[in-house]
């Protein structure tokens, strides 16, 4: 198990030195809860400055899918390092991005054909998405949905719609941009239940939206993520994206689906998407995909993927370490680690079911492989939100070694990298139970 780094964990001077310039120098816009200074990882743990272990169940937002610093990664990088590491895919052909493409374009759902755009981020993926939509299909629109996230450069910006700090003061945002409800059951946007609402969130943007005020003709594309992630891990019903892709169909409008976050395994299949069974127009790559190493790529069929050269291009995008790296990353995920992620994912999501019993704090506990949630309320009656509690319990689990992160107003995450072992997730569930009851007893209340 890991060390306890107990409550000291924000003691030593080294600690206390980096705090303090990063107070002075670095930007205050971050979200920084965990106050340690992290200085190595190895698989699924990292150490601080101090010598402190934890064992991280936020994998870097999602990221390092092959767990920290995996010795082929390391050696993939290290090896592109001494040969070339720059020469820029926007004026240069070299052959780690073609292969890296033909990868991806074999792996990604949707049929015939497909070619890859590739930048530095999910944003970037995501704008390369929005641009692409419009430029072939010429229409300006897109429909995105509440609790979404996509990025926050101006484009992705538009369509998140999940917390409205990210937005406030930077309006006016990209206009076209209409977002609705998602397929979130368990807090339905329309107030009803599932499934004798007959999912009226779909039947409602045909019903309402193109009736009255966004013609179908002038949309370009839905954009959403198979499963919300900042949102709160949202996993919306199973005949939910099947429906959405049959709209989009039937006004000939592009189905985007953002697998930034749910990607790469994360789910125990290569793409969350494939869970509901639709093959998307167009997805999203980024975090993932490359282990840490900066990449983003907008993934779709030769016949749409119709833009001139010089419309779209970026100079780091797709740079030969990330491709390097992000071709280890795929056969390491082919070579096991998909599979350990739908496993361990279902044993997890079985041990945290059982919690539900003896927690009061538990109003859901949802997941597919390693991309887990669990939905802290006030009551299970009125499942209000119990954002304090659940930030306490990230801050009790972290006193005793565990790394994790919120996301949606209430709800914790659970998204280690997907090396972990299921001695890693008892010990895990462990300290989390831990924390859970230690803040249960503290009777903390919004
Ligand atoms: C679903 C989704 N899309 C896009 C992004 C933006 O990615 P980035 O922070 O790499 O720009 C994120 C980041 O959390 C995400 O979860």
Redesign the pocket.
Same mark, same amino acid.
């Given at each position: 198990m890991a060390k306890k780094s107990g409550p000291n964990w924000v003691k030593g001077k080294k600690n206390k030195e980096i705090l303090e310039l990063d107070r002075k120098y670095v930007s205050p816009c971050y979200t920084r809860s965990h106050f340690t200074v992290i200085d190595r990882g190895k698989g699924v743990h990292v150490w601080d400055v101090e010598g402190n272990e934890y064992l991280d169940f936020a994998a870097g937002?999602?990221v390092v899918s092959t767990g920290h610093c995996h010795p082929d990664v390391v050696k993939a990088i290290r090896d592109q390092a001494g040969r070339l590491i720059h020469m820029s895919g926007t004026d240069f052909f070299y052959e780690v991005q073609v292969r890296l493409a033909e990868k991806l374009a074999e792996i990604t759902p949707g049929g015939g054909n497909k070619k890859v755009f590739f930048g530095n981020? %999910?944003? @970037?993926? *995501?704008e390369a998405c929005m641009k692409l939509s419009r430029y072939h299909t010429r229409r300006h629109r897109f429909i995105g949905f509440h609790g979404a996230?996509? %990025?926050?450069?101006f484009g992705?910006l538009s369509l998140t719609g999940s917390k409205a700090i990210q937005r406030s003061r930077f309006g006016p945002l990209l206009p076209g941009v209409t977002h609705v409800g998602f397929g979130y059951c368990f807090r339905c946007p329309l107030s009803l239940e599932y499934p004798s609402c007959d999912l009226a969130c779909v039947r409602y943007i045909e019903d309402e939206l193109f009736r009255t005020c966004v013609p179908a003709e002038d949309v370009a594309a839905f954009v959403v $993520?198979p499963v919300q992630? $900042?949102g709160g891990y949202v996993f919306p019903p199973a005949e939910y994206h099947k429906r959405l892709k049959a709209l989009a169909e039937k006004y000939g409008i592009l189905f985007v689906a953002? @697998? *930034?976050?749910?990607g790469m395994g994360r789910t125990g299949k290569m793409f969350a998407i494939e869970h509901w069974g639709v093959k998307p127009d167009m997805v999203?790559v980024?975090?993932g995909v490359a282990s840490g190493m900066p990449l %983003?790529a907008c993934i779709a069929s030769s016949s749409l993927m119709d833009w001139v050269p010089g419309s779209h291009a970026s100079t780091f995008g797709g740079n030969p370490i990330s491709c390097a790296a992000a071709l280890t990353t795929i056969s390491l995920l082919e070579g096991g680690l998909i599979e350990n992620s739908a496993r361990l994912g279902a044993y997890m999501l079985g041990q945290l079911e059982s919690m539900m019993g003896r927690h009061r704090f538990f109003g859901d506990v949802r997941g597919k492989g390693l991309m887990i949630g669990v939905e802290i309320v006030k009551d299970r009656t009125t499942r209000a939100y119990n954002t304090p509690a659940r930030n306490a319990i990230i801050q009790e689990a972290f006193k005793r070694g565990l790394i994790m992160l919120g996301c949606g107003p209430s709800v914790l995450r659970f998204m280690p990298p997907l090396v972990v072992t299921k001695k890693q997730i008892d010990d895990a569930l462990t300290i989390f139970e831990e924390a859970v009851s230690a803040v249960e007893s503290q009777k903390i209340q919004a």
């Open positions: 937002i999602a981020s %999910g944003a @970037e993926a *995501v996230f996509h %990025g926050r450069t992705a $993520e992630g $900042e953002d @697998e *930034v976050q749910s999203a980024a975090k %983003g």
